[in-house]
């Protein structure tokens, strides 16, 4: 006969099985949703012939993961996983009360931009101001939409969701649904463009581009180049950051929230305000 004893710490581990499952079916379908430079990236060939997996999917990583989860099983605590602990980073301040305004379009806008002229933008964030030379005359939809979104504070508020420390070195940016918390990478403004300038495209340090989740799905998340890093020409480069190269390297210098190569800065980065100026 089952004592009452046993039954309770068979309870218990079926509690804690049910819960390591549901943890790792979240990460995966975080992993999926996610899109790190876009899910059309399979797989980087680095210099020295390593590899970097680098699509929204990771999923080599998942399968790491159910391994190690399963060697858990027999649990030693019902105890829920612990929360990451933010941290506070160098250069940053609390961010300014708001949130994002969330609106929404159903088709590019019409272009009001020179592509002649010369344009910048700068995000005014919560670990300092970056500004960005952009290139109007070679991404003239991607300067359009960016003044445009700007223009209607689309950006303000919003928070950097991602950060890449190994294999390529990136800061993303421009999702208004991500949260410190919880996972961005799928929001955006409603509509998507085509890419531009992919010719000869490269991704040194101070590189701006456009993330994306495939060839003509670009809508309103980029990412910030801290660190040279390769990538193939499949993501619209657009702009060069001119001031504030240091702040973000700070940023990546304090790591992620999770401790991993890929995740949430472990500063929480976000734009105060965002703005497109001519001239």
Same mark, same amino acid.
């Given at each position: 006969?089952?004592?009452?004893?046993?039954?309770?710490?068979?309870?218990?581990?079926?509690?804690?099985?049910?819960?390591?499952?549901?943890?790792?079916?979240?990460?995966?379908?975080?992993?999926?949703?996610?899109?790190?430079?876009?899910?059309?990236?399979?797989?980087?060939?680095?210099?020295?012939?390593?590899?970097?997996?680098?699509?929204?999917?990771?999923?080599?990583?998942?399968?790491?993961?159910?391994?190690?989860?399963?060697?858990?099983?027999?649990?030693?605590?019902?105890?829920?996983?612990?929360?990451?602990?933010?941290?506070?980073?160098?250069?940053?301040?609390?961010?300014?009360?708001?949130?994002?305004?969330?609106?929404?379009?159903?088709?590019?806008?019409?272009?009001?931009?020179?592509?002649?002229?010369?344009?910048?933008?700068?995000?005014?964030?919560?670990?300092?101001?970056?500004?960005?030379?952009?290139?109007?005359?070679?991404?003239?939809?991607?300067?359009?939409?960016?003044?445009? =979104? #700007? !223009?209607?504070? &689309?950006?303000?508020? *919003?928070?950097?969701?991602?950060?890449?420390?190994? %294999?390529?070195?990136?800061? +993303?940016?421009?999702?208004?649904?991500?949260?410190?918390?919880?996972?961005?990478?799928?929001?955006?403004?409603?509509?998507?463009?085509?890419?531009?300038? =992919? #010719? !000869?495209?490269? &991704?040194?340090?101070? *590189?701006?581009?456009?993330?994306?989740?495939?060839? %003509?799905?670009?809508?309103? +998340?980029?990412?910030?180049?801290?660190?040279?890093?390769?990538?193939?020409?499949?993501?619209?480069?657009?702009?060069?950051?001119?001031?504030?190269?240091?702040?973000?390297?700070?940023?990546?210098?304090?790591? *992620?929230?999770?401790?991993?190569?890929?995740?949430?800065?472990?500063?929480?980065?976000?734009?105060?305000?965002?703005?497109?100026?001519?001239?």
């Amino acid at each position: 006969m089952v004592s009452s004893e046993q039954r309770r710490r068979q309870l218990a581990r079926e509690k804690y099985e049910r819960q390591m499952e549901r943890r790792v079916a979240a990460q995966s379908a975080r992993r999926r949703r996610n899109t790190i430079l876009g899910t059309s990236l399979a797989v980087v060939v680095l210099a020295g012939g390593g590899t970097l997996i680098a699509t929204g999917a990771f999923s080599s990583d998942e399968k790491a993961d159910k391994k190690t989860n399963s060697a858990q099983a027999a649990p030693t605590s019902t105890e829920e996983p612990t929360t990451p602990t933010r941290k506070p980073v160098e250069g940053c301040a609390a961010p300014a009360p708001g949130a994002p305004n969330g609106k929404q379009w159903q088709a590019e806008p019409p272009m009001t931009i020179d592509a002649s002229g010369s344009y910048a933008m700068t995000l005014d964030s919560n670990c300092g101001k970056v500004t960005i030379a952009l290139d109007a005359a070679k991404a003239p939809h991607t300067v359009n939409s960016f003044a445009f =979104l #700007a !223009g209607e504070k &689309y950006f303000d508020h *919003t928070k950097c969701h991602r950060l890449t420390t190994d %294999g390529i070195f990136v800061l +993303q940016c421009g999702d208004p649904t991500a949260s410190a918390t919880v996972p961005g990478g799928t929001g955006g403004p409603g509509y998507k463009f085509a890419d531009e300038n =992919l #010719a !000869g495209a490269t &991704y040194p340090a101070g *590189t701006v581009a456009m993330a994306n989740s495939g060839p %003509g799905t670009n809508g309103s +998340q980029f990412f910030l180049v801290y660190k040279d890093t390769k990538l193939p020409p499949n993501y619209t480069p657009f702009g060069k950051i001119t001031e504030g190269l240091d702040a973000v390297q700070k940023i990546a210098a304090a790591g *992620t929230l999770e401790g991993s190569p890929d995740g949430h800065p472990m500063a929480d980065v976000t734009f105060n305000t965002v703005t497109v100026a001519k001239g």
